[in-house]
């Protein structure tokens, strides 16, 4: 403590040293390794060693461009339908809700405190070709006599559509909630009618939170591979089924992590390219 | 004769048990600076907030000009509010925030850029058109709601206490340029505040009200020199009230003193009731003196504040407070237990109602 009191500069950068700290141990070294073993060549009998083998790259990029370009469709599909799904189901809760607001968000995230692996699984229950909904729309003729649901595209968006929700649903509530509602009234006064006050005050406003819920969703979903695996079949995989068979199943190291670093360097360059074109210093002020 | 543009025909609000605002009817002149005054609670904000179109009378009906809007939403009524918190867009720039009433209204960009430029320079504002409004200090944003609502020319333009989140200074000051603004535009202001001071500053008209219904509506010296209530003579300003019962144009204290009121103040009032008399109506002379409108007591405590002294003097008709203007060189202040007079000018005088007990 008399340290501190003779110091008093040094107390910030105590502060943020544990965050340092765990960033150093849980990401750098990680990405250091991840990095290098890329450049490796070699096999598991004989062991890896680094021979600066950018061949990885090109290998990985000419075999995988299908699952690659799988995952960004997946991902962006469904992080557009969570949208559209999460928003008008918050903006609810979050301007209409009242007494019952915290009770229904928790209704919102309750079956996500499930976990990841049981929901997909009782997806593939749902989605079954004996299952209900398949009967169902067989019967209303939206589905061929013999046409399925499960093992298709439709069944992997569709599940991580559902399963990256509250990453979606979260961020679009603290943006919607913390709106203020004498805003709405000032655009009712200068002539807006509720139509045009949305898309000139609530919207925009809630732009933020748009913009966070999409990356929270779209990140993880990129490199999703659970729900292509329960839900589809090879021809729905994407880049994180290529990577998660590279490392455990083939044991090709150097390949999965030359697919894991393409991955985050896609994300970044997207993500840049999003933040540049929605505006991101308009959106965190 | 002049045109109303608001009429409030026997307008009502409650909210659930509790009455807002009971039985409300008035009617506010073209061109005028109308005030709503009061304490916190007394209906004023939801008597404007119904004109404007945010709440939905009870009962009665809300008229402007002669269409009536009870039942029209803000956004189809032809009149502009400016709000207690400023409720100024913040992804919006200052100049866009000005102009969006316009553009809602479908006024030509170029029309628009230069009826923005107008409404700025009224208030002040030339040049600030890209700032956000988080950039702005809180008398700027305040005007930048004024020049929001003033922009878009509405027939009444409604301001919920729009000065009580700025300083003293700032208040004053913005007093007068509200005041100059709404004599250059000649837009009909309905203005609401809890500051008496601000009210009688600005306002042609003040309507006090208390616990939802309207005490006493006139001008600023009306209600001053002639409150009609109780409520309105210690809500606006300080007022010695003396119990007493009237006889012919006398009120006779319980001690048996007869004051004299002033003919044009009876107002046909019998029996119990107030005299009432302004504190710097009140002349202070040595020693006992002549009968008529006076009272003989002794000085409890005073306060010399310079301009001014401040007396409390205790008489057989109860305690009363006497402002003394400092006017003559040689000031003598009349210490603690001095006996004095009090006289005034019956003219002075008002009635209010009995102690209801």
């Known amino acids: ?285 | 004769m002049s045109e109303i543009d608001v009429r409030l025909r026997d307008v009502t609000k409650r909210f659930g048990e509790f009455v807002a605002v009971d039985d409300i009817s008035l009617e506010i002149p073209r061109g005028s600076f109308f005030a709503m005054l009061g304490p916190s609670g007394c209906g004023k904000t939801t008597t404007l907030r119904m004109i404007g179109g945010f709440e939905e009378p009870t009962a009665g009906t809300v008229l402007l000009g002669d269409q009536d809007v009870s039942d029209l939403p803000p956004y189809k009524r032809d009149v502009n509010t400016v709000f207690q918190s400023y409720a100024l867009f913040p992804h919006l720039s200052i100049a866009d925030n000005v102009g969006f009433g316009l553009r809602e209204h479908g006024v030509p960009k170029a029309e628009r850029t230069a009826r923005v430029g107008e409404a700025l320079e009224l208030v002040d504002l030339t040049g600030y058109d890209t700032r956000k409004p988080r950039q702005l200090s809180g008398g700027q944003q305040q005007r930048v709601a004024l020049a929001r609502a003033l922009v878009n020319r509405p027939r009444v333009l409604l301001l919920d206490e729009p000065l009580g989140a700025l300083d003293l200074k700032l208040r004053r000051q913005m007093q007068l340029e509200l005041k100059r603004i709404q004599q250059e535009v000649g837009i009909t202001f309905v203005h609401v505040t809890h500051d008496q001071e601000e009210a009688m500053t600005m306002a042609d008209q003040i309507a006090v009200m208390n616990e939802g219904r309207i005490e006493q509506l006139g001008g600023p010296t009306e209600l001053y020199e002639r409150p009609g209530t109780a409520f309105v003579a210690g809500f606006l300003g300080v007022s010695n009230l003396i119990a007493g019962r009237l006889d012919g144009t006398d009120v006779v204290t319980a001690d048996g003193t007869r004051l004299a009121v002033a003919a044009g103040a009876l107002g046909g009032r019998t029996g119990a009731v107030r005299l009432g008399i302004r504190p710097e109506k009140i002349r202070v002379a040595d020693g006992d003196a002549p009968a008529g409108a006076a009272l003989v007591g002794t000085v409890r405590e005073y306060a010399y504040v310079g301009v001014a002294t401040q007396y409390v003097v205790d008489t057989p008709a109860g305690e009363i407070q006497v402002f003394h203007q400092n006017a003559t060189p040689g000031v003598q202040v009349a210490q603690p237990g001095t006996r004095v007079t009090l006289t005034w000018d019956p003219q002075a005088t008002f009635l209010v109602e009995g102690e209801t007990e």
């Open chain 1, 1 to 285: 403590m008399g340290y501190l009191r003779r110091h008093p500069r040094a107390v910030p950068y105590l502060l943020i040293a544990p965050g340092l700290a765990w960033l150093a141990v849980l990401f750098v070294v990680p990405l250091y390794y991840l990095v290098t073993t890329s450049l490796q060549s070699g096999d598991i009998y004989e062991g890896f060693r680094l021979t600066w083998q950018w061949s990885n790259y090109g290998d990985m990029l000419s075999q995988y461009r299908p699952q690659l370009v799988r995952s960004a469709l997946y991902a962006a599909i469904a992080t557009v339908a969570a949208l559209l799904i999460a928003y008008p189901i918050v903006y609810f809760i979050a301007r209409r809700g009242g007494q019952w607001k915290s009770l229904l968000l928790v209704l919102l995230v309750a079956p996500f405190f499930v976990t990841y692996l049981i929901r997909t699984i009782a997806w593939q229950t749902i989605l079954a070709d004996e299952g209900l909904v398949v009967g169902v729309l067989r019967d209303v003729h939206i589905l061929a006599p013999d046409g399925r649901l499960l093992a298709t595209s439709f069944a992997v968006v569709a599940g991580i559509t559902y399963n990256y929700f509250p990453f979606m649903a979260l961020p679009l509530y603290v943006a919607l909630e913390q709106l203020d509602g004498r805003l709405l009234e000032a655009s009712s006064d200068l002539y807006a009618n509720s139509v045009r006050s949305f898309l000139r005050v609530t919207l925009p406003i809630s732009l933020p939170g748009v913009f966070a819920g999409t990356l929270t969703t779209f990140i993880p979903a990129m490199g999703d591979f659970v729900n292509a695996q329960l839900l589809g079949t090879p021809k729905q995989y994407m880049i994180g089924n290529v990577i998660q068979s590279k490392f455990l199943v083939i044991v090709d190291y150097p390949l999965a992590s030359a697919g894991a670093v393409i991955l985050m360097v896609l994300i970044l360059v997207g993500v840049a390219i999003y933040a540049r074109a929605l505006g991101a210093e308009r959106l965190t002020g």
